[in-house]
C-alpha cells in the first residue's frame, strides 16, 4: 500500500483517499494457532480490518468437545505487525467471566491471563486450568490494534 502526504486545501478524488484508508471493511479469517490450544471441534469468529498501517483485530474462539486449551495461548497475527500491540478480551470458564491481556509481537499475539494473588494484578500464562478450568462450550474473545509491518 503507498503512503503519501496530503496537503492542505488540496482536492483529493476518491481513488486517493479509498487507496489511503481502505474500502473492504472487515476481512474474516481463522487464525493459526502458534501454541497452546487444539481446536478440535471448535468453533471460530475472527476478523480483522487494516486502515493505513493500523490493524484491527477481534477473536471469539468457543472450545467444542474435542478442543483443549494446553499451554499458553498464542495465535498467528493476520498481517504482519511491528512490536508491540495491546489488547484487551476475556475469557469465559465454567460460567465465570475473566479479564484477559494481549501482547502482539511481530507475527504472534500472546492471549494473558490476570493474577490478582500480589499488591498489583500482573499477566499470568494460561493453561489447562488457568484461568479456569477449560471444558466445552468455555470461550475466549480479545480485540486488539496493532502498527502493521
Do not use: C
Not at 502458534?34 to 469468529?45: E, I, K, R, Y
Not at 512490536?83 to 501482547?103: D, E, Q, R
Amino acid at each position: 500500500m503507498a503512503y503519501e502526504s496530503f496537503t492542505n486545501g488540496a482536492v483529493l478524488p476518491a481513488s486517493k483517499l479509498n487507496s489511503a484508508f481502505g474500502t473492504s471493511g472487515w476481512t474474516t479469517f481463522t487464525p493459526t494457532v502458534s501454541t497452546g490450544l487444539t481446536v478440535g471441534n471448535g468453533v471460530w469468529s475472527a476478523a480483522y480490518m487494516q486502515i493505513g498501517k493500523t490493524v484491527h483485530l477481534r477473536i471469539r474462539f468457543t472450545l467444542g468437545t474435542t478442543s483443549a486449551v494446553t499451554a499458553p495461548l498464542a495465535l498467528n497475527l493476520p498481517k504482519s505487525g511491528v512490536n508491540y500491540g495491546y489488547g484487551a478480551g476475556f475469557f469465559v470458564t465454567g460460567g465465570t467471566n475473566y479479564p484477559a491481556i494481549i501482547v502482539t509481537g511481530a507475527v504472534t499475539l500472546s492471549i494473558y491471563a490476570q493474577n490478582a494473588a500480589g499488591t498489583y494484578l500482573t499477566r499470568a500464562s494460561t493453561s489447562a486450568t488457568v484461568p479456569g478450568t477449560w471444558a466445552s462450550t468455555d470461550s475466549f474473545t480479545l480485540s486488539v490494534t496493532y502498527e502493521a509491518a
